[in-house]
């Protein structure tokens, strides 16, 4: 068993406008020194693959196919083995 | 300048939904062995701080008052130091 970590954010050239609203909040809480902030998604998959290698390329076809838009998303992954 | 990633997760006890409907838009796409889909969030936030310690202090505030649920949700961070 496989634990993929996936991690997608939007690509630097894309505006975040939640990443902006969490600022201004973070702002209007009175926190200092926050310059920036972007928002992402964060996916824990278990996968039952025979090797890493196969986790690794079901993994990124799952991600090109159904979970980051490659339009305006990027993505980057951390796979794990795990005991079941 | 310090770069703080932080990972926000359901707990192990919250039922995820989200993770549930994604697993099952893998299967319907005829990806075999996924066992299990949990989502959560994933933000980057900048922080000018005067040291790392400081920058912690701040996230972990940050993450209570406002970017973590701690009734459903954990957190985990990660800071390193960038150049400005």
């Known amino acids: 068993m496989f634990l993929a970590k996936v991690y997608v954010t939007l690509k630097k050239s894309v505006l975040d406008p939640q990443g902006v609203t969490v600022q201004n909040a973070l702002k209007s809480l009175a926190f200092q020194g926050v310059e920036d902030v972007r928002l992402g998604k ?3 998959i278990k996968l039952n693959s025979k090797s890493a290698k196969e986790a690794e390329d079901i993994l990124k076809n799952m991600c090109q196919k159904l979970l980051v838009n490659p339009v305006i998303e990027q ?3 951390d796979i ?3 005991e079941t």
């Open 42 to 44: 964060y996916m824990e």
């Open 75 to 77: 993505y980057s992954y």
């Open 80 to 82: 794990t083995r795990i």
